[in-house]
């Protein structure tokens, strides 16, 4: 069994519709959520309507980038063989000082690493020429 | 007020094939499997297949129109299939209650089926496919690594252990406890499998916090009921179970588990209330719970948003026997998704039935007169029915 006859491809998210402007941004290195105009509250995943109030007008406000790890899961297996050659990998939910919740994974940090509300902040993976993905790594300095 | 579906249907029919990983019954269609269910359950109770007027047929299996062209149900009056995965099976006895009490059907066909074993290794290529979910998967959590339940649900287990401080070993109790049943149970897959809390410790950890003993069973099978007014009962073969609280919930939002307000929130914390009033049911009158198990910590959390005990009190409730047979609350009595069989939770309702009519054998819980059974499906939507005899 070769790599090369193995190997798939990773699954990538549409760039079309909301997800498209979504990952638009990230593209730009930037982790943009919505914000909307009628009662200022962040969201994400993105909607179309604001779920608070129902306002349909939102901006894209850039997040500070800075969130803490809120849980995780460990794969030890790949269950699309795309990702065999990363296990054992954690994907994190890390929650934004924005209040908005990111499903992604810590680069710099091995799962046994990870442990609950550690500062991370956002950094960038550019996949293919299309799609760059929102990650995260570890904040060295944590301000007291 | 009483409500107008309560005990207004029964479930007077159970089917079920033979469960397998592996051999000549995984070799076979799903189609052919979810007719002998079907056609078992029509049997069982007292009917033939034209007197079936319904179908309500499960999301992952074959339409409600092929179904009836090969069963010869000549007057398909009421088709409908619930989108709620592993909660469906409890939902559709909603729906024919509700079809069943407006009068729209009299004999209602519910059937589930899966080539679970036998497919799996396809579908693990094509993301997440289920409708409710794919949307929001497949953009924002497929590209990081995540594409099974057993990982979308072991990020709320593992918040739970963390604030609550719930341990492994009280996960390890749900799969001891479902273990301990299926040995008494010739059908379940894990018969003469006995597993004691230390195999459970050393087998492998596959999506942490779950172990591989956290995780349901992939097996090839189908189950079908046949529910039916309440009046016709007396004409039944079978001692009928009478349907007296059923209700159904999402979380919110039900299509991304990651941003809740309350991430331990699931359907099962609006429906439970709803469905224990309907039926004028206290938690102690329950003789037995029927807990769709896909994993061991969903068992916990279910016994915890159903309120039999408190939340993050749930992983103490489970120890020292408490839901085996014997204990206050027998859970699974056949041995659950985790050691019986997955036909989408349809074994839960079948199982149900059985101890109703008193047909447990040795694994009857004695004197047993109202029953609850739960499906759990997609990012934790919720459905709950109360059965009586």
């Given amino acids: ?144 | 007020m009483t409500s107008p579906l309560k005990d207004r249907a029964c479930i007077a029919g159970i089917g079920e094939t033979e469960y397998s990983r592996g051999g000549p019954n995984s070799e076979r269609s799903l189609l052919s499997l979810q007719l002998e269910a079907a056609t078992r359950a029509i049997a069982d109770a007292g009917l033939t297949n034209k007197d079936v007027d319904a179908i309500l047929p499960s999301q992952y299996g074959r339409p409600a129109e092929e179904l009836a062209a090969n069963l010869g149900v000549e007057e398909l009056r009421y088709a409908a299939t619930v989108f709620m995965g592993g909660a469906s099976p409890v939902a559709c006895l909603q729906t024919a209650a509700m079809a069943i009490a407006v009068g729209v059907a009299t004999n209602v066909l519910i059937v589930t089926g899966f080539n679970f074993y036998s497919s799996r290794r396809v579908q693990a290529l094509s993301g997440v496919s289920t409708a409710p979910l794919a949307w929001i998967a497949n953009d924002y959590y497929v590209p990081h690594g995540v594409v099974a339940p057993a990982q979308w649900y072991s990020l709320i287990a593992r918040r739970h252990m963390h604030e609550f401080g719930t341990t492994c070993e009280q996960l390890g109790a749900v799969a001891v406890a479902m273990r301990k049943h299926a040995q008494l149970n010739d059908r379940a897959l894990m018969h003469g499998k006995a597993l004691t809390l230390e195999d459970y410790l050393a087998s492998p950890i596959l999506f942490g916090p779950y172990r591989l003993l956290d995780c349901c069973l992939e097996t090839d099978g189908a189950a079908a009921i046949v529910v039916t007014a309440a009046e016709r009962a007396g004409d039944a073969r079978q001692k009928p179970v009478f349907l007296s609280g059923v209700a159904t919930g999402h979380p919110y939002p039900a299509d991304d588990i990651t941003n809740r307000k309350d991430i331990f929130e699931i359907g099962l914390t609006h429906a439970a209330p709803r469905a224990l009033a309907m039926a004028g049911v206290e938690h102690k009158e329950i003789d037995f719970a029927q807990i769709y198990d896909c994993f061991t910590f969903e068992a916990i959390q279910q016994i915890e948003e159903m309120g039999f005990c408190r939340r993050g009190e749930g992983g103490a409730f489970v120890e020292g026997g408490r839901i085996e047979l014997g204990g206050e609350l027998p859970v699974n009595t056949h041995g659950g998704l985790l050691s019986e069989a997955h036909t989408l939770g349809m074994n839960h309702i079948t199982e149900a039935v059985r101890q109703l009519r008193g047909e447990g054998g040795a694994r009857q819980v004695k004197d047993a007169r109202v029953g609850l059974v739960t499906g759990w499906g997609d990012f934790g939507d919720g459905s709950i029915a109360i059965l009586r005899n």
Wanted: aromatic share 10%.
């Fill in chain 1, 1 to 144: 069994m070769t790599m090369s006859e193995t190997k798939h491809a990773k699954p990538l998210p549409a760039l079309t519709g909301l997800a498209g402007e979504f990952y638009g941004w990230c593209g730009k290195n930037e982790l943009r959520f919505q914000r909307c105009t009628g009662c200022a509250a962040w969201r994400h995943v993105p909607r179309e309507l604001c779920p608070e109030c129902g306002t349909g007008e939102w901006s894209w406000e850039r997040s500070s980038g800075h969130g803490r790890v809120f849980t995780w899961t460990v794969a030890t297996r790949a269950i699309h063989p795309a990702f065999e050659h990363d296990v054992p990998y954690a994907a994190v939910v890390v929650e934004m000082d924005e209040g908005v919740r990111v499903l992604s994974q810590v680069v710099d940090c091995p799962p046994d690493e990870l442990t609950m509300d550690m500062p991370v902040e956002v950094t960038f993976e550019a996949v293919t020429p299309e799609v760059t993905l929102p990650k995260f790594r570890r904040k060295l300095c944590e301000k007291e």
